[in-house]
């Protein structure tokens, strides 16, 4: 367990000390932003997940920072605190029953909801309807000759050739659109089952993948389930219970009114992943994942940046908005939300700078900075000398981080990290691994690039390449590993492997390069993406990489 050592405590249980009227010294910098680390990441945050005890422990935490600091409330009203509604994700209740005929199913051996699924209790029938496909074009109705209306329809999630990516039924896989197409037909309910297991998998038995719920209850009979349908006609009885919950969010924000017209946003995320759950790359029982690297490190050097702005003369030109984010993990929720309900003004925005993982600033001295395409006038801070950092850049401005949701609103964003590590995403990512010397030099750099961009114009916006979101890869399976986002060269680095995924199964492993999946080549991060969004879940497909400069390949079964 990681502990909040004494000094930490005591700041936690005393009044916050006076702001500095001068820059802090390297060494008090450091030593502050170790402090905020290891609070923001001790175990008694439980993880920071939004939505929780945690995240409003951490909020309030960083609200008595930026009151010590000096910062002006820029939230909602007189607050800090900007408050965001989500919904959470949804769980099984108690209360959730199938009866075909008179067998009484047990749930999770035999049957479990599925996230379409409405919440419903009702006696119906049963109506066998084959895949439940529904296509004119091809002269198919599985729905043809079966009494639908007011009965369950029973259908199968295969196809008449399977679940694969070159199947002639392509077009009506979607396990939604026969869903709608039986509804539309009078159906009350909808039991899936699987009588193809070699050519098509199980729907997942979780939430994880975010389903907008039906208007019938919808369930999923396993193997054992299955063996006790009956024929049509059968009577049936179904209760489905799903709990859905809204939540509440809150972002952090503070500001310094140097009476200028346009202000630049400075901002990291708070938020992690609570006890691990969707977005956890770890495989065990539930544990605390305390973020140290993921991004308690970059809140502690914007907090940084709050102290040393108010007294940077070269940084005077711009009024200055710090925005500690919630929900990043969960989508962006907070910075999503801020930016399309902003509490200043959105054209009054010059720029905005966000960052996550600053705390592992390695040997190679690499830091990123990406969507340096936004502006014309990114691309000269990158010749800043500032700590002889090594600096790499892409151009788009569609990213997984806070920037996007500015990039989105027309607003020129960059985003700065130093990479991913073993650690992220995993409980092992704490505070005492954290390189703090590095995380000064950094904030060093980005005070460089507020103070050169520092006069009365405003930034000009231009979109990049990526902005059409409709040519965005979409996919339905993963590899099972982090990409090495600092990595430069021709195809993908792997930076670390999920256990129990395909790579791992497969026997890939970290520094493995991936060039080519399947018949696709694999260039790049995006060749990357567009290659997965070729397979589904069943699919083999051979995969190439480099492995200490040899190509080799291995089966990849996507489950």
């Not at 108010?310 to 993990?329: R, T, W």
């Not at 703090?436 to 006069?455: H, K, Q, S, V």
């Not at 790579?503 to 995006?526: S, Y």
């Amino acid at each position: 367990m990681q502990l909040i050592k004494p000094v930490a405590l005591a700041l936690l249980l005393a009044p916050f000390a006076t702001q500095a009227q001068t820059l802090l010294p390297d060494s008090q910098a450091v030593q502050q932003m170790r402090l905020d680390v290891y609070t923001l990441a001790d175990d008694s945050m439980q993880g920071r997940e939004t939505g929780t005890k945690g995240e409003q422990m951490a909020g309030a935490y960083i609200v008595g920072r930026f009151k010590a600091i000096g910062l002006t409330p820029r939230g909602d009203g007189t607050s800090y605190l900007n408050a965001f509604n989500f919904a959470a994700m949804p769980r099984t209740g108690p209360d959730n029953s199938l009866q075909l005929g008179r067998n009484k199913l047990k749930l999770g051996d035999d049957f479990y909801p599925m996230g379409y699924t409405a919440n419903g209790q009702l006696l119906s029938r049963v109506a066998r309807c084959r895949y439940g496909i529904l296509a004119p074009e091809k002269d198919r109705n599985d729905f043809d000759g079966v009494d639908v209306k007011d009965h369950a329809a029973c259908i199968s999630i295969s196809s008449p050739d399977g679940i694969h990516p070159h199947s002639a039924w392509l077009a009506h896989n979607d396990l939604r659109s026969r869903i709608d197409d039986a509804i539309k037909l009078g159906a009350n309910a909808i039991i899936f089952y699987n009588d193809d297991p070699d050519k098509a998998d199980d729907p997942p038995a979780d939430f994880e993948m975010k389903l907008q719920p039906c208007s019938v209850p919808v369930v999923f009979l396993t193997k054992s389930g299955f063996a006790k349908l009956g024929q049509d006609g059968d009577p049936v009885v179904v209760h489905t219970d799903i709990i859905r919950e809204e939540k509440t969010g809150h972002n952090v924000v503070g500001f310094i009114n140097n009476n200028k017209p346009y202000t630049v946003v400075i901002g990291a995320h708070y938020d992690h992943l609570g006890f691990g759950g969707e977005g956890s790359l770890y495989r065990g029982e539930p544990a605390i994942h305390n973020g140290a690297d993921d991004n308690a490190s970059g809140v502690a050097v914007l907090m940084h940046l709050a102290t040393d702005l108010q007294h940077m003369p070269s940084a005077k030109n711009n009024n200055y908005l710090f925005i500690a984010f919630s929900g990043e993990e969960k989508g962006l929720y907070g910075s999503n939300w801020w930016s399309k309900h902003p509490t200043l003004a959105i054209d009054s925005l010059n720029y905005a700078s966000t960052w996550t993982w600053w705390g592992r600033l390695d040997s190679t001295n690499d830091v990123a900075i990406n969507s340096i395409g936004t502006s014309p006038s990114w691309p000269g801070i990158t010749k800043l000398k500032a700590g002889n950092l090594n600096i790499k850049t892409t151009e788009g401005g569609i990213g997984p981080s806070d920037h996007t949701s500015f990039y989105l609103q027309g607003v020129p964003a960059i985003h700065f990290f130093t990479g991913s590590e073993a650690d992220y995403h995993k409980p092992t990512d704490d505070a005492d691994k954290v390189n703090y010397p590095g995380m000064l030099r950094i904030a060093r750099y980005i005070e460089a690039t507020i103070t050169t961009l520092n006069d009365s114009t405003k930034l000009a916006f231009t979109k990049t390449a990526d902005s059409d979101t409709s040519k965005t890869p979409r996919f339905t399976v993963t590899l099972g590993v982090v990409p090495d986002y600092m990595y430069d060269g021709k195809g993908l680095r792997i930076d670390g492997v999920t256990e129990d995924k395909p790579a791992a199964n497969a026997g890939l492993k970290t520094g493995d390069i991936v060039i080519k999946m399947g018949d696709h080549d694999v260039p790049d991060m995006m060749g990357y993406m567009k290659a997965l969004g070729m397979f589904k879940k069943g699919d083999t497909a051979q995969v190439a990489v480099l492995r200490d400069g040899k190509e080799m390949k291995v089966e990849v079964h996507f489950k």
